[in-house]
Every structure is written in C-alpha cells, then in structure tokens.
T-cell receptor, first 113, second 114 residues
Framework: NAGVTQTPKFQVLKTGQSMTLQCAQD?????MSWYRQDPGMGLRLIHY???????DQGEVPNGYNVSRSTTEDFPLRLLSAAPSQTSVYFC????????????FGPGTRLTVL | AQSVSQHNHHVILSEAASLELGCNYS??????LFWYVQYPGQHLQLLLK??????LVKGIKGFEAEFIKSKFSFNLRKPSVQWSDTAEYFC????????????FGTGTRLLVSP
C-alpha cells in the first residue's frame, strides 16, 4: 500500500491564483482530513470528510474548498491564494471509530507570494 | 472548546539525558490522547496513544506517556534520548466520539546533541 499520497510536494503561487492540492489514499478509509501546519501553531484542521459526498468545516476553513466524490480522493482547493495561506498542508485518513489511528501524507509546502 | 498546551517549545538535550515533554488538555469529558513525532523533512508518525485502561502507555522507540486524569496531563517520557530522536513532537486529543477530529498542541522541537 502507498498509504496517503499528496501532490505536489512544493508549490509557489502568486496572490490571487487558484490551485488544487491532491490527496489520495489506498487503504479504503472512510475518514479524510486536511490540516495546515504553521510555526508555533501546531496543526489546525481545515476540512474533513466522513465519507464520499460528505464534507464539513474544521477550525480554519476560510479560503479553502473540498469535495469527496470517491473514497480514495480528497482534493483541497484554494480559490484565490493569499500570503496568509503560505503553510505546509497535510492530508490524513483513518478508517473511523475511536480506536483508529490517523495516517498522514508527506505534506505539500505552499508559498504564496 | 478543546485545547492542548505544550509548555516546552524548544528543548535541547545531550545524548543519554532523560526527556519529559509536558502536555495538558482542556476538556472534562472522555478523550483519546496521542503523541505524534515529525522527523526533519518527514510527515507525522504516531508514537503512542491512550484510549483507556493502564494510564502508562508504551510506544515505539522507547517512548512512554502517562495519563493523569486529575491533572488533565499526558506527558511524554524517554529515559535516555538519542541523536536520532531530534524531531518535533506533537500532543493531540480527540473526543471519544465518532470522527477523530484531532486537536493538536503547538509542538515541541527537540534537539539532541551527540
């Protein structure tokens, strides 16, 4: 199994540009999440999904959209990038239930100029 | 709202020194507790977790953590650190309900000098 994969690994955008961060998992997990990691702030939940077709907002959802058309994929869209969105983005998945571990992807380092 | 506090932002130790990283959470209900580690340039990996039972939890690479409910704490310990333990350590908590919406602490950067 590849686990959780993310593309791209690095991205530089100009303010106002849009882009999609890709996330895929091959573990047939129902639950998937997007986090952003900023220095001194830990990881904060952006959006999450508890199954195909079901998404919800996390702690810091503004400026981001998600959709979940399949169990495997959970893309994160930046509609109009801002410098405040410069961060490292992690996707995670788990199979659900309270006793299951979250598996994290390798991250995407995004810089918005 | 839930929150997780990690009081040590940066820790520097020499090899073979003992390690204890503090973690406190604010939630009065039943919680699940985790420690994750992020080695330089890598993604987060689970070190250990507590759901119920014995409050002393053993994880990978010789790490352990003790859940003290009365103190809302879940401190991470290792008797003797190695250079390879240099990493950032995150404490996290979830409510004991359906979806695991992890709430993370701000992290502690550990530097172990050889």
């Amino acid at each position: 199994n590849a686990g959780v994969t993310q593309t791209p690994k690095f991205q530089v955008l100009k303010t106002g540009q849009s882009m999609t961060l890709q996330c895929a998992q091959d573990m047939n997990h129902e639950y998937m999440s997007w986090y952003r990691q900023d220095p001194g702030m830990g990881l904060r939940l952006i959006h999450y999904s508890v199954g195909a077709g079901i998404t919800d907002q996390g702690e810091v959802p503004n400026g981001y959209n998600v959709s979940r058309s399949t169990t495997e994929d959970f893309p994160l869209r930046l509609l109009s990038a801002a410098p405040s969105q410069t961060s490292v983005y992690f996707c995670a998945s788990n199979s659900g239930g309270v006793f299951n571990e979250q598996f994290f992807g390798p991250g995407t380092r995004l810089t918005v100029l | 709202a839930q929150s997780v506090s990690q009081h040590n932002h940066h820790v520097i130790l020499s090899e073979a020194a003992s390690l204890e990283l503090g973690c406190n959470y604010s939630y009065g209900g039943t919680v699940n507790l985790f420690w994750y580690v992020q080695y330089p340039g890598q993604h987060l990996q689970l070190l250990l977790k507590y759901f119920s039972g014995d409050p002393l939890v053993k994880g990978i690479k010789g790490f352990e953590a003790e859940f003290i409910k009365s103190k809302f704490s879940f401190n991470l310990r290792k008797p003797s650190v190695q250079w390879s333990d240099t990493a950032e350590y995150f404490c996290a908590v979830t409510l004991n309900t359906g979806f695991q919406k992890l709430v993370f602490g701000t992290g502690t950067r550990l530097l172990v000098s050889p």
